[in-house]
């Protein structure tokens, strides 16, 4: 095998690069759009780059917040949220609810989405959306350092204890990922991609 040409750095030392590329390598990520409600009633929506699902049993989501922002401390007060899935034709409603706004701004209606109630929780979901999660939370966890030094992100997890999903997503009995067109998060700034069909390929596991 022929020696790479590598790039190398150590990220307490910085980067080097135009752009700091750990998030474009842990790429493409899903898109943690978030609903939450405060404890006065004012719903919240924003997306989180830092999203994925964790255990099958009970099935557990989570996002990490930089800073504790208004969706980490509606969750911690109320213990629930809603997870709603980002797709092609939602991308700029998604997009325009990463704008930085007073609490009491509904970036439902900022971003000129429906809000439909839930069943199970307390929490309005995206009803544009195919797909939504209804949380609880069960866990917030203050991230540190290998050190221990506390940072300035808190990872959140819920359990997912109510599904919806559009049947039109559904074919014989399986969920079609990417009937949706969801799209998933890239690097930089406003970097996505949108998952397609013919992008998909299978291989049989050795087990």
């Not at 095998?1 to 700091?20: F, N, S, V």
């Not at 842990?26 to 780059?49: E, F, K, T």
């Not at 700029?92 to 439902?108: I, L």
């Not at 009995?173 to 969801?182: D, E, L, S």
Request: hydrophobic share 40%.
């Amino acid at each position: 095998m022929t020696e790479r040409d590598l790039h190398y750095y150590e990220p307490a030392k910085g980067h080097g690069l135009k752009h700091d590329p750990f998030n474009a390598i842990i790429a493409p990520r899903p898109i943690g759009w978030i609903s939450s409600r405060d404890p006065n009633g004012h719903v919240n929506l924003a997306p989180y780059s830092f999203f994925n699902a964790f255990c099958y049993t009970p099935p557990i989501i989570g996002f990490s917040s930089t800073n504790w922002k208004d969706t980490v401390g509606n969750i911690k007060a109320t213990g629930e949220f809603v997870w709603n899935l980002v797709t092609m034709d939602l991308a700029k409603q998604m997009n325009a609810t990463a704008a930085h706004v007073a609490p009491e701004v509904d970036e439902f209606k900022l971003a000129g989405v429906t809000a439909i109630p839930s069943k199970l929780v307390n929490v309005p979901r995206v009803a544009e959306s195919p797909v939504a999660f209804e949380c609880k939370v069960s866990d917030i966890v203050r991230l540190k350092s290998a050190s221990g030094k506390e940072a300035d992100a808190w990872l959140t997890l819920g359990e997912v204890v109510a599904v919806h999903i559009d049947k039109a997503m559904i074919k014989d009995g399986v969920y079609q990922t990417a009937a949706a067109r969801p799209i998933v998060r890239a690097g930089r700034q406003g970097d996505y991609f949108e998952i397609k069909p013919e992008n998909m390929f299978s291989m049989v596991r050795p087990d």
